[in-house]
């Protein structure tokens, strides 16, 4: 199980920038995939947040864990990449993310 899912919660640093209009308008639905994207980097380096230590994630897993369907969370992850909130590689395992 990874961290944050389930029984166990904590606070996690999210910038109250996310607030400003002009960040609400981009990511909108977003919120949720960004939130679990940033409560899972585990180092940072040039400024780059880089998730599950450069694990690929697969959009199933990241469904199951926010009880959304796949296609939705896919659609929300181009939103972020679009916008420029998250850089993807993609993998024959999956997406390795990173935090701009």
Known sequence: MVRGIKNESY??????GILDPKHTAKIKRA???FLWIINRITF?????GYVLGKRPIKMKELAKELNM???TVSNHINILRKNGYIE??????GLIIRVL
């Open 31 to 33: 919120l949720w995939v």
């Open 44 to 48: 940072e380096k040039d400024d780059i």
């Open 69 to 71: 369907h796949t296609n």
């Open 88 to 93: 993807t590689t993609r993998t024959p395992y």
């Open 11 to 16: 606070p996690i640093k999210v910038w109250s």
